[in-house]
């Protein structure tokens, strides 16, 4: 059995339960998130990626109307090299569909991941350790594949990196489990932020 054959109980089950979280403890859950993110964000500067909610994922709405003026809000677009772009983008602004159904900003520049100072990342679970399970599509994983600590570390000889953008998933308090499970190519994230707490992990702990 392949890992993605082992993981896809799970996500089928936190999919359908996030489906069915009330419109209104969403709304109430997205207002908490915003009290526990916000003053993490304070001091960053640049570029931060959030998400167009779909399919019962937390929504980011009172996250973006309340940013620090130091952060321009911008939305992930599907690329064809299976990578994600992203581009600035405001309420009001034009949209269009990409192929999954999910609202990506119409134009306007395109920035690469490297060029994000934080990254607001939709998880179906996510652990202790900071590991997390997404959909499946690993559009996240390649796009930061680079902010993998040894990935970064074995680059730091020949090359001057930027620092890596600032990986935060985003959840309600229930889709944290025990453990999950990590792959070669999963990237664990610095930190997760639920409508009650906010959870650091190490970066030193990714490899």
Sequence with gaps: MTDADTRRPLRVALRERRRAVPVRERLDAAAALA????PELAGHAGRIAGYWAVGGELPLHAVQSALPATLQWCLPLLHTDGRLRFAEWRAGEALATNRFGIPEPAGGARF???DLAVVLVPLLAFDDHGQRLGQGGGWYDRSFAFCRAADRTAGAASSSLDPAPR????AYDWQRVERLDAGPWDVPLDAVATPSA????ERSAKA
């Design 35 to 38: 009290a526990q993110l916000l």
């Design 112 to 114: 690469d991941a490297q």
């Design 167 to 170: 990986l935060i998933g985003i």
């Design 198 to 201: 906010f959870h650091h992990f």
